[in-house]
């Protein structure tokens, strides 16, 4: 008899949630109540072929429900988050709220799952849709090979602001198609100007990259590139580990791609990299130029497992791989691993 | 009475070639001779207002030439460019044909404008594209602090395969536009499907990045990653810079960004960076978040300099800045450096 709740149900994780939960065999849930602000309350899913009515945020959601997902904005977790726990839930979130919280547990199942029973506050928290991207394959090679520094680039995709980010690239696709454009300054900027001037992105996405996602922190860091260098420290378990990330929007609808340099404390090939990488149930090795196989998003969207590829060792830099991944960022980045958490937290309840 | 030849006058990179010689104030050209393969031979194309009648490359075309600009694929120059010196022309040529020559300059005007008289075959080559785009900042940045490595990622545009990446590119944008795309494995490549086969690129473009330009070479690695590796050193003139790439194709028309991680050999500071690079007069700063400042493909398209920006000291590496680079692949990157070659060279004539 154990009750989910999911928070943020009709959001775009939301939404992928409950896909995730649908292809499941089977499901140890009594019973799964979605919530949502009253925009959405009173909406009617479908949850593993029954209706499910959506139920407004208030306190007394929480009464009965043992694990409360949550896929809102932090400000709605801050406040949120604490009041299912006080009910009795393990709520798990995924926003930025409690990630750095000393007394919040951040969870990759298969890296660090013995974490989730550590849990003062009854909260465990969801890394960051980028960061989580490269954990699977960080943190099996950390076993291995002792991770001691990661340059990161990242090529991240409009859905990591949500449903509003996927909407707002396709309707700029929809206006530079078909048009001889981007090889003038501004000419993009131009051909956007019938859209609404509000966008999730600070500049055109469409014909473009635009390297900052975030809000602005000390010296010129986004706080995206800050998350990637202390949730990869804290989920590693490496309080030490030299990271510096600089984070990319790129027009892709879902999937975000890094491009990683990785050094270690041992000698790595790569060969030893294909063997401990392949050997991992949540990770796809799609490396062969040869024959054309690298990971691209279009290629590992709608997938459970990490993509990674074009692992090559550093010509200049000692004990150093390159490496390509592709995650899903509403997957693996963000329901899935929030589901896998409450998987995990239900086998021990 | 000095001639010029512009060999591939008819290409992408021909064509900004001629744009530039439009822009300029006066050219020291008392002819400019346009050539190209049989299938664009007779062709008229207006230069500085006057009508050229486009000439078939063969050797008589050189005659009475004084430098040479080269824009066709890799075997073309490599036979045709010697044609052109041993008819007395200095050939200036942007293919991969001579770049690593030994007995070939290999040359960015701010960077070492001093080489291109060290030419014992008559030929100088211009950098690759991707390269190039970040020579200017590297080059005042290594001047002053002193460069001993680099971690590249790039952001690719279509451009860089010439006119026929632009058509490929804006075909498939066509073809997704206005549909729901991209949150399925394959979709984009299906909705693709109606398309010609042959692409310059190996994947699609549209709605996403491929980490794949050039050919494989030993170890897993791209030509083109290996080019900016060895070009770097041949070009900064520091044989054992440590260098690391990863290049990525990205559905942006014109303008290669580049992120990238420098460390030096002495202390380096934003503020010191900022001063450095705002003083080149080919480098533009566009580097204030709190403003919305930083470097974009959109915006840096069609113009002539490198665009520079999210400059950040890196927080675990010792004398070490991230940040963010854009420059015009057609133009710095390929017809405005191969130009600016010439005119140092005809000043010398």
Redesign the interface.
């Known amino acids: 008899m154990t009750v989910l709740a999911i928070v943020g149900a009709t959001g775009a994780v939301g939404s992928t949630m409950i896909e995730i939960i649908d292809a499941r065999e089977s499901v140890p849930w009594s019973e799964i109540r979605l919530v949502a602000s009253a925009r959405s309350a009173g909406k009617v899913l479908k949850v593993r072929g029954e209706d499910v009515t959506v139920r407004l945020l208030e306190p007394e959601v929480f009464d009965g429900v043992d694990i409360a997902l949550f896929d809102v904005p932090d400000e709605v977790s801050a406040e949120w988050a604490p009041v299912a726990a006080s009910r009795g839930a393990v709520a798990v979130d995924n926003s930025g709220a409690f990630r750095m919280d000393p007394e919040v547990p951040l969870v990759v199942p298969e890296v660090n799952a013995d974490e989730a029973a550590n849990r003062p506050k009854g909260i465990i928290a969801n890394p960051n849709c980028t960061t989580l991207s490269m954990m699977a394959a960080m943190g099996a090679l950390h076993r291995e090979f002792g991770l001691t520094?990661l340059?990161v680039?990242s090529?991240q995709a409009a859905?990591g602001a949500g449903q509003g980010g996927?909407d707002r690239l396709?309707a700029e696709?929809?206006a530079?198609?078909?048009k001889?454009?981007?090889?003038?300054?501004?000419?993009?900027?131009e051909a956007l100007a019938d859209l609404p001037d509000e966008s999730p992105f600070?500049?055109?996405l469409a014909?473009?990259?635009?390297?900052?996602a975030g809000s602005?922190k000390d010296?010129?860091?986004?706080s995206e590139e800050l998350k990637v260098?202390n949730e990869s420290r804290k989920i590693l378990g490496i309080p030490d580990?030299?990271?510096?990330a600089?984070c990319?929007r790129?027009?892709?609808?879902?999937t975000h791609?890094l491009?990683v340099?990785a050094t270690f404390s041992r000698e790595v090939t790569?060969e030893a990299a294909h063997k401990v990488l392949g050997a991992q149930p949540t990770i796809v090795l799609r490396?062969d130029?040869?024959a054309?196989e690298?990971?691209?998003?279009?290629?590992?969207?709608?997938?459970d497992p990490t993509v990674v590829?074009?692992?090559?060792?550093?010509?200049?830099?000692p004990d150093?791989l390159?490496l390509?991944v592709c995650g899903d960022n509403?997957r693996k980045g963000a329901a899935l691993n929030t589901y896998e958490i409450a998987e995990t937290v239900a086998a021990t309840l």
């Open positions: 520094a340059v680039s090529y859905s996927i396709q696709l929809s530079v198609a078909g001889d454009l981007g090889s003038r300054s501004g000419d993009v900027a600070p500049a055109p014909l473009n990259v635009v390297p900052w602005l010296g010129g860091w986004s260098r580990l030299k990271v510096s600089t990319v790129v027009p892709v609808v879902t791609s491009a340099h790569v490396d130029p040869a054309g690298w990971p691209t998003p279009a290629d590992a969207v709608g997938g590829g074009r692992i090559r060792q550093a010509l200049d830099f150093t390159e390509f509403l």
